[in-house]
T-cell receptor, first 115, second 113 residues
Framework: ETGVTQTPRHLVMGMTNKKSLKCEQHLGHNAMYWYKQSAKKPLELMFVYSLEERVENNSVPSRFSPECPNSSHLFLHLHTLQPEDSALYLC??????????????FGAGSRLTVL | GENVEQHPSTLSVQEGDSAVIKCTYSDSASNYFPWYKQELGKRPQLIIDIRSNVGEKKDQRIAVTLNKTAKHFSLHITETQPEDSAVYFC????????????FGTGTRLKVLA
């Protein structure tokens, strides 16, 4: 499969559960991102990994824990979430912005509902 | 902090008419402005982008204009079709090695047949 793939596409969890979101890219990119998309709000950057090192952590609560085992895979581990964390979580990838802009390719997202 | 304002939040046009979406950015260091289209239940996809060394870029029915002095940029869609119905996001970033974009809040475009 090509592009950026996210699983699961839909997730419902209770506030005490632990779950993980997975993202995989087959584009040869070396930077991967997690964005949060909530209704009527701008896309919020959560984390960026470049060459498997975290380069951005945008004041995200510790109940969200990212993991990047290699340049093709990115996880977002979730635990003790709050109902206000319900949103669409988008993964994206790009070349590292060494020269020029880092054009993002997005996955289709994981729709998370916290009960 | 830096932000991008996007207007309108919703826009309905008749098929065949033109649609214009406007964005204003605050960070004067921004020099790269992409536009993303997100159809219902699908991923955001880059449809056009512009860099600050040009004032206008066109790709078939889609064009983007940039006014650096006023910090405004706009998306123009001509001869709209039902498949243009989607949410459109503008963003502002730089080409100087940053990973961050500041996104607008999105415009829901409905093209009425």
């Amino acid at each position: 499969e090509t592009g950026v793939t996210q699983t699961p596409r839909h997730l419902v969890m209770g506030m005490t559960n632990k779950k993980s979101l997975k993202c995989e890219q087959h584009l040869g990119h070396n930077a991967m991102y997690w964005y949060k998309q909530s209704a009527k709000k701008p896309l919020e950057l959560m984390f960026v990994y470049s060459l498997e090192e975290r380069v951005e952590n945008n004041s995200v609560p510790s109940r969200f824990s990212p993991e990047c085992p290699n340049s093709s895979h990115l996880f977002l581990h979730l635990h003790t979430l709050q109902p206000e964390d319900s949103a669409l979580y988008l993964c994206a990838s790009s070349h590292a912005p060494i020269a020029g802009a880092n054009v993002l390719t997005f996955g289709a997202g994981s729709r998370l509902t916290v009960l | 902090g830096e932000n991008v304002e996007q207007h309108p939040s919703t826009l309905s046009v008749q098929e065949g008419d033109s649609a214009v979406i406007k964005c204003t950015y605050s960070d004067s260091a921004s020099n790269y402005f992409p536009w993303y289209k997100q159809e219902l239940g699908k991923r955001p996809q880059l449809i056009i982008d512009i860099r600050s060394n040009v004032g206008e870029k066109k790709d078939q029915r889609i064009a983007v204009t940039l006014n650096k002095t006023a910090k405004h940029f706009s998306l123009h869609i001509t001869e709209t079709q039902p498949e243009d119905s989607a949410v459109y996001f503008c963003a502002a970033g730089t080409t100087s090695g940053t990973y961050k974009y500041i996104f607008g809040t999105g415009t829901r475009l409905k093209v009425l047949a």
